[in-house]
T-cell receptor, first 118, second 112 residues
C-alpha cells in the first residue's frame, strides 16, 4: 500500500532557529499533500495544502511566511518552521492523497514530527 | 458550531463491553466519511470508511445518516488493544480540492 515517510520524527530546537520537516511518498506520486498540526489533547488542524509545482494554499490564521511549504517534486513536500518559538511546539503530520484503481483514492499519513522549541 | 463534533469522552469500559461513539457534522455537502484511530503520540490510522448502507468489519460497525448528518461507530467485545482516541473524519471541499476535517476525537480506555 501507499507509504509516506516523514522525517525527522522528533526534533528539539532553540527559539529563533528554523526547522525543516520532510514528507516523501515512497511508492506513489503525491500531487497533493496536506500539512496538519496537533496540539496536546486537540484534534488535527489543517495548516495548508500543497500541490506539486505551485504555491501552497494556507488555512485562515496560518502564517505563510512562518510556515514555508515547498512541493518541488511529485514525491517530496517540505514544511519549514522559520524563527521557531515555544508556541510552535506541536505535532506536525503530513498526509498525501494517493489514487488507486477504479477512480478510488485514499489518504496516507506520515508518522508525524514532534517539534519542541526551547 | 464546529464542523465536526464528537462525544467528549473519555470512555472507560471493561474488557468485553460494547461501546458506541457518536459524531455529527455541519456541512451537508460533505462527501465521504471515515473513522480513524490515533494512539498516543502517533499518527492517525484509518479504521474504516463509513457508508450510507452501514458497514461492518469484525467487531466494528459504522453507520451514516446523511439526513441527520450523523455518524456512529460501534465496538463490540472491546479489547485492551482498542484503547485509543477515535477520530471522526469528514471529507469536505476545501480551498484546493478535497480535504479532511477531523473531529476532536473521543478517547477510549478499555480496562482489564
Amino acid at each position: 500500500g501507499a507509504v509516506v515517510s516523514q522525517h525527522p520524527s522528533r526534533v528539539i530546537c532553540k527559539s529563533g532557529t528554523s526547522v525543516k520537516i520532510e514528507c516523501r511518498s515512497l511508492d506513489f506520486q503525491a500531487t497533493t499533500m496536506f500539512w496538519y498540526r496537533q496540539f496536546p489533547k486537540q484534534s488535527l488542524m489543517l495548516m495548508a495544502t500543497s500541490n506539486e509545482g505551485s504555491k501552497a494554499t494556507y488555512e485562515q490564521g496560518v502564517e505563510k511566511d512562518k510556515f514555508l511549504i515547498n512541493h518541488a517534486s511529485l514525491t517530496l513536500s517540505t514544511l519549514t518552521v522559520t524563527s521557531a518559538h515555544p508556541e510552535d511546539s506541536s505535532f506536525y503530520i503530513c498526509s498525501a492523497r494517493s489514487s488507486f484503481g477504479q477512480g478510488g483514492y485514499g489518504y496516507t499519513f506520515g508518522s508525524g514530527t514532534r517539534l519542541t522549541v526551547v | 458550531r464546529k464542523e465536526v463534533e464528537q462525544d467528549p469522552g473519555p470512555f472507560n469500559v471493561p474488557e468485553g463491553a460494547t461501546v458506541a461513539f457518536n459524531c455529527t457534522y455541519s456541512n451537508s455537502a460533505s462527501q465521504s466519511f471515515f473513522w480513524y484511530r490515533q494512539d498516543c503520540r502517533k499518527e492517525p490510522k484509518l479504521l474504516m470508511s463509513v457508508y450510507s448502507s452501514g458497514n461492518e468489519d469484525g467487531r466494528f460497525t459504522a453507520q451514516l445518516n446523511r439526513a441527520s448528518q450523523y455518524i456512529s461507530l460501534l465496538i463490540r467485545d472491546s479489547k485492551l488493544s482498542d484503547s485509543a482516541t477515535y477520530l471522526c473524519v469528514v471529507n469536505i471541499k476545501g480551498n484546493y480540492g478535497q480535504n479532511f476535517v477531523f473531529g476532536p476525537g473521543t478517547r477510549l480506555s478499555v480496562l482489564p
